[in-house]
């Protein structure tokens, strides 16, 4: 099992952006696909996108879709979310997340390795 560990967050004006770093370890990274989350206060953690274990496929959620970018360096055994035109609106807690499994359509249930999380906030 992979231990994964946010970095990145933190206070950013609208329309400015921001990016996020993922470190993990105790696993072999490059077999892993990645994925990120979001979880706002009383809300439901939500999709932001994934990665596949090479970094050749990418898929995102509709309310990030052309601001958001997630990249991978499997040399560093690390994920990036680099998060542009932020809103208001994209204030949560950032999480990532890994799976052994291929494909898409994945939710939080596909999931069993998670970091603990790094909080963005967005000023209007």
């Known amino acids: 099992q992979v231990q994964l560990v946010e970095s990145g967050g933190g206070l950013v004006q609208a329309g400015g952006s921001l990016r996020l770093s993922c470190a993990a370890s105790g696993g072999t990274f490059s077999s892993y696909t990645m994925g990120w989350f979001r979880q706002a206060p009383g809300k439901e953690r939500e999709f932001v996108g994934t990665i596949s274990s090479y970094g050749g496929r990418t898929y995102y959620g509709d309310s990030v879709k052309g601001r958001f970018a997630i990249s991978r360096d499997n040399a560093k055994n690390t994920v990036y979310l680099h998060m542009n035109s932020l809103k208001p609106e994209d204030t949560a807690v950032y999480y990532c997340?890994?799976?052994?499994?291929?494909?898409?359509?994945?939710?939080?249930?596909?999931?069993?390795?998670w970091g603990q999380g790094t909080q963005v906030t967005v000023s209007s």
């Open positions: 997340a890994a799976t052994t499994l291929p494909g898409s359509g994945f939710t939080t249930a596909d999931f069993r390795s």
